[in-house]
């Protein structure tokens, strides 16, 4: 009996610790997961179309070497659905998406329906691929991205986008670049 109620006391006690400390640890990465899309330039890529993810892998590694303050990485979703979830969400602003799946999402074609509309923006074209972004995606960024993988156009085989595919707008920044705008950069705060 005095065995049962040690066990029974014991298990209250770690339950009674464990509960408040288990929520604080679960809820961590998630308070911190802001910041982190704050400080690193994400290119969504999806585990479904092999093709994309290279391309968005050999994106990434110009982006680095160009913009290196952008700490550019590739995140891979599992599926295409999944990319279309988080860039409706604006949990990514950035995706490559072959020509087909860009419009399927852009016009909520199947298996897009219930992210329509969703609104993107061309900033790169390779005749195949884009590099779309959410219209929340600052000018500068966009300006300061295409920069970035122009200076390496002949490699990557990239092209002037002359208008948005499928309906979708040139991203401002992109347009302001190909048009040999200067925009003003925010100061750093």
Same mark, same amino acid.
């Given at each position: 009996?005095?065995?049962?109620?040690?066990?029974?006391?014991?298990?209250?006690?770690?339950?009674?610790?464990?509960?408040?400390?288990?929520?604080?640890?679960?809820?961590?990465?998630?308070?911190?997961?802001d910041v982190f899309r704050?400080?690193?330039?994400?290119?969504?890529?999806?585990?479904?179309?092999?093709t994309g993810d290279d =391309?968005?892998?050999e994106w990434v590694v @110009? &982006?680095? #070497?160009?913009?290196?303050?952008?700490? $550019?990485?590739? +995140?891979?979703? =599992?599926?295409?659905?999944?990319?279309? @979830? &988080?860039? #409706?969400?604006?949990?990514?602003?950035? $995706?490559?998406? +072959?020509?087909?799946?860009?419009?399927?999402?852009?016009?909520?074609?199947?298996?897009?329906?219930?992210?329509?509309?969703?609104?993107?923006?061309?900033?790169?074209?390779?005749?195949?691929?884009?590099?779309?972004?959410?219209?929340?995606?600052?000018?500068?960024?966009?300006?300061?991205?295409?920069?970035?993988?122009?200076?390496?156009?002949?490699?990557?085989?990239?092209?002037?986008?002359?208008?948005?595919?499928?309906?979708?707008?040139?991203?401002?920044?992109?347009?302001?670049?190909?048009?040999?705008?200067?925009?003003?950069?925010?100061?750093?705060?």
């Open positions: 009996m005095q065995r049962r109620r040690f066990i029974a006391g014991l298990i209250a006690l770690t339950a009674g610790f464990a509960g408040p400390f288990s929520r604080a640890v679960a809820h961590t990465p998630y308070r911190f997961w704050k400080e690193n330039l994400q290119v969504l890529t999806s585990h479904e179309d092999y =391309l968005g892998e @110009s &982006l680095r #070497k160009n913009l290196p303050l952008s700490r $550019a990485m590739v +995140s891979r979703a =599992l599926n295409m659905t999944r990319v279309g @979830s &988080l860039l #409706k969400t604006n949990q990514s602003i950035l $995706a490559v998406l +072959s020509y087909k799946h860009a419009r399927l999402m852009f016009t909520g074609g199947p298996p897009f329906e219930q992210f329509s509309p969703l609104h993107l923006e061309v900033l790169i074209d390779n005749g195949k691929y884009l590099l779309v972004a959410r219209p929340s995606l600052p000018l500068h960024h966009g300006f300061m991205i295409t920069e970035a993988l122009m200076k390496d156009a002949e490699k990557l085989q990239l092209v002037k986008p002359v208008k948005g595919k499928f309906g979708m707008a040139i991203h401002a920044g992109s347009k302001a670049f190909f048009n040999g705008e200067k925009i003003k950069m925010p100061k750093e705060q």
